[in-house]
């Protein structure tokens, strides 16, 4: 009984329930949808960082992070081989001989990291091949190839076909140069990759450097929620070696994940916050607009906790009644742009920079929904508490001497 009373209140005033129900309609649409949008530039960040830069995990010489020299490269590579070939859980993985020196044009002159690399490896760890914007990925310039980013072309004031002087020391500690022709220019994801790495044949670069030893080996998953599992066994079988994450490599991305995280927390307090003063301003006008009426109600026997019931069952479902709506309205809007994206062409070069795709399709985790479900459950009883209290607190005999 009290709960069709409670009910039956709620609509005796249409349009004051009306815009209660609105605003938690509005309020949780907005959440799921920014939810949805802060999330989805994230993951693509991230995602862009690992798929076409740092992998899942790369091992390393341990003394290689301080001293990237060739000494500190990967001893027995043959037997890491063997050892990754055998985990069902590593999908591929490339090895990488990297030496830092200068790319010269007849234009200027800059700064870069050479990676020589086996292509067909690469491609299947870091997509090397999808990025191409112009030419061709080691497949058609027989002698010294080169692969590099549209930035570094620019810098270097050079063309798909142009011919560029690689410089830096090789393994006996002497300055020696190589001329490369460009065969492909990428659209490189990756802002470090952008900026200053440029990609030959790893038997070009063995050759100039008279060395053979990586000292680098990307690895990709089947699973990314593997990683930690086989870095542990990774790091058991290869103890000579440094076995690194991505989160490890890049710490950067992991301290945005938890922004993120922070960031939508605060903003749902805040939202919630809003709508729960709202709720308490509305149920507290229909109180004090029915004093007589609960005064009336208690004279004739209705007890204070039937009364304190029926404020909070009333104030909890004029708080509800708009939440699934909210959620549905939010997650069909998910569900256009997932299909459809958010095109931010119009700034390419400004999220290019920072590894973002430009245009950005909408996901959002199912725990998100359960989440904000069990938080407006939990701002509807909040805000019910008061009014309720409110209620019970008028004397029957004062109540009904009012209006």
Request: hydrophobic share 45%; charged share 20%.
């Amino acid at each position: 009984m009290i709960f069709n009373i409670s009910w039956k209140n709620i609509w005796r005033n249409k349009l004051r329930s009306g815009v209660v129900i609105g605003a938690m309609i509005l309020g949780v649409w907005a959440l799921l949808f920014l939810f949805a949008f802060s999330d989805s530039i994230t993951n693509n960040l991230v995602g862009n960082s690992i798929k076409y830069d740092y992998s899942h995990i790369q091992l390393h010489n341990k003394a290689y992070k301080n001293d990237p020299t060739f000494n500190n490269s990967i001893n027995g590579p043959n037997e890491v081989e063997t050892v990754l070939a055998g985990m069902p859980q590593v999908a591929s993985y490339s090895e990488r001989l990297i030496v830092s020196g200068m790319v010269g044009s007849a234009n200027s002159t800059q700064g870069a990291m050479i990676y020589g690399i086996d292509p067909e490896a690469e491609a299947s760890v870091t997509y090397l091949d999808d990025q191409l914007a112009e030419g061709t990925y080691f497949t058609e310039v027989k002698r010294n190839p080169i692969v590099l980013s549209q930035h570094m072309a620019e810098k270097l004031k050079v063309r798909l076909g142009s011919k560029v002087v690689l410089t830096f020391q090789d393994s006996h500690n002497n300055i020696t140069a190589g001329s490369f022709r460009i065969e492909g220019i990428i659209k490189a994801k990756s802002p470090r990759i952008n900026e200053g790495v440029v990609f030959v044949r790893k038997g070009d670069l063995e050759k100039l450097t008279d060395w053979v030893q990586p000292q680098e080996i990307g690895i990709v998953l089947q699973d990314i929620q593997e990683v930690e599992l086989v870095k542990a066994a990774l790091q058991t079988s290869l103890p000579a070696l440094e076995v690194a994450s991505y989160k490890d490599l890049a710490p950067d991305l992991e301290v945005m994940t938890q922004q993120t995280k922070i960031s939508k927390t605060v903003l749902m307090v805040i939202i919630m916050l809003a709508l729960v003063f709202g709720i308490i301003n509305t149920m507290l006008m229909a109180v004090l607009e029915r004093t007589k009426e609960i005064g009336m109600l208690m004279a004739i026997g209705m007890k204070r906790i039937r009364v304190f019931t029926m404020i909070m069952i009333e104030t909890i479902l004029i708080s509800l009644a708009g939440a699934p709506l909210g959620m549905l309205m939010g997650y069909l809007t998910i569900v256009y742009f997932s299909s459809h994206g958010f095109d931010f062409s119009a700034y390419a070069a400004s999220f290019e920079q920072y590894g973002i795709d430009s245009i950005i399709y909408l996901s959002l985790d199912a725990s998100n929904y359960f989440m904000l479900a069990f938080t407006v459950v939990i701002t509807a009883v909040l805000g019910a508490v008061y009014p309720a209290r409110k209620a019970t607190k008028l004397k029957p005999v004062e109540a009904l001497r009012k209006l």
